[in-house]
């Protein structure tokens, strides 16, 4: 059981979108729909922005979207505002009953 | 509203054994639907993914901590326990419990997290 791939960092201005992909393989991201993706301020308890690859709890914006490509999933945060700026966590089902984690992606909102 | 809450020795020496504590308040544990799980944020590092319960005692645990871990519930409490047995400084990390969606696999409530320092 591997870390999900993630970039260390992606940066962008106010306004712009960005995306964060999360690479694995098919035992997990490839294998199953069940890709999540968290928000996490230092300091705070993480938060679910997207799980089943693109579904928003309530009460997450429309600016934050997912999608999932092969083993790839990714995740979009459009109009982009201070507050986004955080680390972002991928997660997957890996089978078995087990979660595996991405290295995490610190976004900069420049 | 349901709340986690994480508590336990924030200090150990290399050898012994972590034991944290999860209690959760704003609603049952013994309620069907629900994973109750540990997870942990090495430092500068990502989110690893220790293990989770159900209120009827069945765990499952990350293949590469299942030799030393073991997560229990106690219902009468409310709350539910991660050990961790012989610990090295490698195991210095926050410590966050949190509330998994079954059969979802994603965790959609979590504990402010707690830090455990491993340190002869």
């Known amino acids: 059981q591997s870390a999900l791939t993630q970039p260390r960092s992606v940066s962008g201005s106010p306004g712009q979108s960005v995306t964060i992909s999360c690479t694995g393989t098919s035992s997990d991201v490839g294998g199953y729909n069940f890709v999540s993706w968290y928000q996490h301020h230092p300091g705070k308890a993480p938060k679910v922005m997207i799980y089943?690859?693109?579904q928003r709890p309530s009460g997450v914006p429309y600016r934050f979207s997912g999608s999932k490509s092969g083993n790839t999933a990714s995740l979009t945060i459009s109009g982009l505002q201070a507050e986004d700026e955080a680390d972002y966590y991928c997660?997957?089902?890996?089978?078995?009953?087990?979660?595996?984690f991405g290295g995490g992606t610190k976004l900069t909102v420049l | 509203q349901i709340q986690l809450q994480e508590s336990g020795p924030g200090l150990l020496k290399p050898s012994q054994t972590l034991s944290l504590t999860c209690s959760l308040s704003g609603g049952a544990i013994a309620r069907s639907g629900y994973y109750w799980g540990w997870v942990r944020q090495l430092p500068g590092k990502g989110l690893e993914w220790i293990g989770y319960?159900?209120?009827?005692?069945?765990?499952y645990y990350n293949p590469s901590l299942r030799s030393r871990v073991a997560i229990s519930v106690d219902r009468s409490k409310n709350q539910f326990s991660l050990n961790l047995s012989s610990v090295t400084a490698a195991d210095t990390a926050v410590y966050y419990c949190a509330r998994e969606q079954a059969s979802l696999y994603y965790f959609d409530i979590w504990g402010q997290g707690t830090l455990v320092t491993v340190s002869s």
């Open positions: 319960i159900y209120f009827t005692g069945t765990t």
């Open positions: 997660s997957s089902y890996a089978g078995d009953y087990t979660l595996t």
């Open positions: 089943d690859v693109s």
